[in-house]
C-alpha cells in the first residue's frame, strides 16, 4: 500500500526488523517503540521517571582542600600532576550518577494460520500523532492504531478487523525474563498489572496496567496472560506511574486507567488530536519538488535515495516536522525533560546512562523549542534547572567554595549537580548550570513574559554568582576560569605533551559572557539589582577575548595549541557563533571569518562524524549565512546519521541530531538572534519553491513567508506587542517599520521601501 500524498507521515512496506526500524510514540511521560510485527506485535515502553537508584550526596568533600594545588600545578604546566590530583579529589563519590531504564515489553501474539500478509503497510501520521498498521491476511484485513495521548496519560492500540470476530490474540508483560519485576498480577478479567522496582538503594517502585476492552468475543486472565478470543474491535488501554510523583502508583494507574476506559475510542481519539494538533499545526514547511511525489515513496527507500545522492526535498520537510513531532511526543508540561533519548531506550544500562548530559547534547534537544513555536515543550527542561539549584548550591560551597550553584557535564532525575565519571575530558567542567540558565532567557527573548523573567532572572543570577567567585586572576590580570576543559578535546604543548586540564578554554569565556550579558540586561528590564550588575559588568570587561589563532581559526584554548584530534566532535569553541551571539557577520566579520576557518579545519579532518555533531554543523553554517554548505550537511546527516525510521544515529541512536537537526533547517529559513528578522538568510536555490509558516523570532513576532528558487517572494509578520521591526529580506538592506500588537503585516519582494506594507 501506499501512503496518501501530501501528508506528513513516515510509511514502510513491511515490519520493522530490530529497534532501529521500530516507530516512536510518546506523550512526554509515556512512550512506546512500535515494531508492526503481523503474528508478533511488540510494543517497547518507557515511563520517563523509572530511573535506577534514588538520590545520593556525591559532593567530593576533599575538592575544597586540593583546588589551590590543582590550580598552581595547571598554570605551572604540570598538566599529568594536575590530572591525578582532580581525579582523586574532584571527581563525584562515587563517580556516576543514575541512570535510566526501560519499563518494559507490551508482547502481543495473534492466532492465524500463518499465511503471510499482502498489502502490508506501517505508517506514522505526524499530521495526527497516530501510528497505523493495515494488512490483508486470511481474507480478511486487519487495521492497528496507536497512540500515546497527554490529555488522558494512556496508550492506546486499537485492534479492528473488516470482518467479525477475526481477532484472537494474547497479550503478556515481559521485562527481560522476570528479572526485574516483583509480580504480574490479574485485575479483574480483563486486565494485567505489572509492579516492580527500579533497582538500587531508594530506586523508584513502578505500577504498569494493560487493559483490554473488547467488542464482541471474550476476555480473560490466565496466568501472566490476558487472552482475548474471537473479538470484533478492541481497544487496548495502557498507563503506568511512579513513585517519583506518586507514593501510590498502582492507585493512580488504575485512576487514570478507570477515566479512559469509561471514553469510547473516538473519544480518546478527539481528544488526544486536539491536544496534539494545537501544538504541531502552529508551523507548516512545504518545499515543493519539481520531481514528482516522493511521498509515494516508502521512507526508508527516500532515505537510501538521499544516500545515493537523489534529489528529495520533501524528505527534509518531513525530517523537519518530525523533530517538532519527537519534542511533542518527549517533553511536555509535567514531564522530564527529554533525555539523551528523549523517552525511548530499550536497555537496562542504556548508552551514557541514558542522562541528561549538559555539555550540549540537553540543551541541543531544546534549540528548536523556540523557533519552531513548541514554547510549552520547553517548560520540563526550566523544571529540572529550578530543582537543580539545590544541589548545585551544595556542590558549589563544598567542592569549590563559591556561592551560587552549579552543575558539571552531566545530571539526572535528582537533579544531581556533583561530577560525573572520572574521564578527564568531560569531568572537570563546571559550566553545565550557566549554559542551560540561558534557555531561560531565550525562551524570555522569544515571548517577552517578565513574569517568567523575573523568576527565571534567580536562576540565571546564581549561576552567575557561581561564575564570579569561580574566576580567579591570571597573571596578567584578567579574569580565567581554572581548572576547566574544552568539551572533550585534548591540547599538545610544544614539547609534545597532552593535556585537557586547562586554564580558560574559549568555550568558557563565551559562555560566561552571554550568562553576565543576560543577566545585566535582565535586571534593566526589571529594574532591580543595579549593583550586582556592576559587578558583571566589571567582571566582563575582564575576560580574554576572543582569540584567532596561527590557522586562521578561533582559539580553543587561551594559548594556540595544536588539537590531538583536529576532526573533534565537539566544537565548543564555535559557542559564540551558536547557539551564543557573538560572532555575527554583520558585527564581527573577522570573527566569523576565523570561525568559518574553523568549521573547514574540522570537516577536512573528519569532522561531523557523530550525528549530533553534524546537527551542530548545520546550525554553524545557517548563522554564516552560507546556503549551500547548510544544505550540504542536511544530507549528510540524513544519508550518514539517521537511521531507517529518521531518528539520529550517533551511533548509536542519541535523539539531540534530529533536534538539532531540525533546529538548523529553521535556523536557514529565520534568524532574530541579532535585533534583524533575517528572512531567509541561508535557504539554499536547490530547494526550489516553497513556504513555511509559523516560525517564531525573538521579540515576540511571528512569520510566515513563501519563496521561488531561494528567493523571497511574500512574507507576514505578526507581533505580540507594538514596535518598530528591524527586517532584512534576502540580499537586500535592513528596513524599519512599525507594528500594531496582534496586527499582522505582509511584504512583497524585493521591496525598497515600505509602500508595499499591509496591515
Known amino acids: 500500500m501506499k501512503a496518501a500524498a501530501g501528508r506528513s507521515r513516515l510509511w514502510y512496506r513491511q515490519p520493522a526488523n530490530d529497534w532501529n526500524e521500530a516507530l516512536p510514540i510518546g506523550n512526554g511521560r509515556l512512550g512506546a517503540m512500535v515494531f508492526g510485527d503481523v503474528d508478533n506485535e511488540q510494543l517497547q515502553l518507557n515511563e520517563d521517571s523509572l530511573w535506577y537508584g534514588g538520590p545520593r550526596d556525591r559532593n567530593n568533600r576533599d575538592a575544597l582542600a586540593n583546588l589551590p594545588k590543582i590550580r598552581e600545578l595547571i598554570l605551572s604546566g604540570k598538566l599529568q600532576e594536575a590530572q591525578e590530583l582532580a581525579l582523586m579529589a574532584l571527581t563525584g563519590v562515587p563517580e556516576s550518577q543514575r541512570h535510566y531504564e526501560p519499563l518494559g515489553d507490551l508482547q502481543l501474539h495473534f492466532a492465524s494460520s500463518g499465511s503471510p500478509p499482502s498489502e502490508y503497510s506501517r505508517e506514522l501520521d505526524l499530521d495526527r500523532a497516530l501510528m497505523r498498521i493495515s494488512y490483508l491476511q486470511d481474507g480478511a484485513r486487519f487495521t492497528r492504531e496507536m497512540f500515546a495521548s497527554y490529555p488522558d496519560q494512556v496508550i492506546v492500540v486499537r485492534l479492528t478487523a473488516d470482518q467479525p470476530g477475526r481477532l484472537t490474540f494474547r497479550a503478556r508483560w515481559n521485562r527481560q525474563q522476570w528479572r526485574y519485576v516483583d509480580g504480574i498480577e490479574p485485575w479483574g478479567n480483563d486486565s494485567l498489572v505489572m509492579s516492580g522496582q527500579g533497582g538500587g538503594e531508594g530506586g523508584v517502585a513502578f505500577r504498569a496496567v494493560v487493559k483490554a476492552i473488547a467488542e464482541g468475543g471474550s476476555c480473560r486472565t490466565i496466568g501472566e496472560h490476558l487472552l482475548i478470543d474471537h473479538a470484533d474491535e478492541v481497544t487496548l488501554l495502557i498507563a503506568a506511574g511512579t513513585t517519583f510523583r506518586s507514593p501510590k502508583p498502582d492507585q493512580v494507574c488504575k485512576d487514570v486507567m478507570k477515566a479512559a476506559a469509561e471514553k469510547p475510542y473516538a473519544e480518546l481519539l478527539q481528544r488526544h488530536v486536539s491536544d496534539y494538533c494545537s501544538l504541531f499545526t502552529r508551523v507548516e514547511l512545504e518545499i515543493k519538488d519539481m520531481n514528482g511525489h516522493k511521498d509515494e515513496q516508502a521512507t526508508d527507500e527516500r532515505l537510501a535515495g538521499i544516500a545515493q545522492g537523489q534529489n528529495d526535498p520533501g524528505l527534509v520537510s518531513l525530517y523537519f516536522q518530525y523533530g517538532r513531532y519527537l519534542l511533542i511526543s518527549s517533553s511536555r508540561p509535567g514531564s522530564l525533560p527529554a533525555n539523551l533519548q528523549g523517552i525511548w531506550n530499550p536497555h537496562f544500562l542504556p548508552p551514557w546512562d541514558s542522562k541528561f548530559t549538559i555539555n550540549i547534547n540537553t540543551q541541543m534537544n531544546y534549540w528548536l523549542a523556540e523557533n519552531c513555536s513548541l514554547a510549552e515543550c520547553h517548560t520540563p527542561l526550566f523544571d529540572l534547572i529550578e530543582r537543580m539549584r539545590e544541589p548545585g548550591r551544595r556542590t558549589a ?4 567554595g563559591c556561592r551560587g550553584f552549579t552543575a558539571h557535564h552531566n545530571t539526572d532525575i535528582w537533579a544531581d549537580t556533583a561530577p560525573q565519571d572520572g574521564w578527564p575530558p568531560s569531568t572537570f567542567w563546571p559550566l553545565g548550570a550557566a549554559w542551560l540558565c540561558l534557555h531561560l532567557w531565550e525562551h524570555y527573548e522569544f515571548g517577552r513574559d517578565e513574569t517568567f523573567l523575573a523568576q527565571a532572572y534567580l536562576s540565571m543570577k546564581e549561576a552567575a554568582l557561581f561564575l564570579l567567585d569561580y574566576l580567579i586572576e591570571g597573571e596578567d590580570g584578567r579574569l580565567i576560569t581554572c581548572p576547566s576543559i574544552s568539551p572533550e578535546n585534548t591540547y599538545i604543548l610544544p614539547n609534545g605533551e597532552s593535556g585537557v586540564l586547562c586554564a580558560g578554554a574559549s568555550m568558557d569565556f563565551q559562555i560566561i559572557r552571554a550568562l553576565f550579558d543576560a543577566c545585566i540586561a535582565s535586571a534593566g528590564i526589571l529594574g532591580i539589582d543595579e549593583s550586582f550588575s556592576g559587578e558583571l559588568a566589571d567582571a566582563l570587561s575582564r575576560l580574554p577575548q576572543p582569540a584567532i ?65 553534524r546537527a551542530w554543523i548545520i546550525n554553524f553554517w545557517a548563522r554564516l549565512q552560507d546556503a549551500d554548505q547548510a544544505r550540504e550537511n542536511v544530507l549528510a546527516l540524513l544519508s550518514h546519521s539517521t537511521l531507517p525510521n529518521l531518528l539520529d544515529n550517533h551511533p548509536p541512536f542519541q535523539i539531540d541530531g534530529n533536534f538539532g537537526g531540525t533546529a538548523g533547517i529553521a535556523e536557514m529559513l529565520l534568524q532574530s538572534h541579532s535585533g534583524v528578522l533575517h528572512l531567509l538568510p541561508a535557504w539554499p536555490s536547490a530547494w526550489g519553491k516553497g513556504r513555511v509558516r509559523g516560525l517564531r523570532a525573538r521579540g515576540g513576532y511571528t512569520v510566515d513567508m513563501d519563496w521561488e528558487h531561494g528567493q523571497l517572494k511574500h512574507a507576514a509578520i505578526t507581533s505580540i506587542r507594538s514596535g518598530v521591526c528591524r527586517i532584512r529580506g534576502l540580499g537586500e538592506n535592513i528596513v524599519e517599520c512599525y507594528m500594531e500588537s496582534g496586527q499582522t503585516y505582509t511584504f512583497s519582494f524585493p521591496f525598497s521601501n515600505l509602500g508595499n506594507l499591509e496591515a
Not at 560551597?397 to 569549590?400: L, N, S
Not at 579545519?601 to 557523530?610: F, I, K, M, P, S
Open 397 to 400: 560551597a563544598v567542592m569549590y
Open 549 to 613: 589563532g596561527r590557522h586562521g581559526q578561533i582559539q580553543e584554548w587561551m594559548d594556540d595549541y595544536e588539537e590531538a584530534e583536529p576532526g573533534h566532535r565537539h566544537i565548543s569553541h564555535l559557542f559564540g557563533l551558536y547557539p551564543g551571539e557573538q560572532f555575527t557577520p554583520e558585527n564581527r566579520p573577522e570573527l566569523a571569518a576565523a570561525a568559518r576557518v574553523t568549521l573547514e579545519r574540522r570537516l577536512a579532518h573528519g569532522g561531523g562524524h557523530t550525528g549530533w555533531s
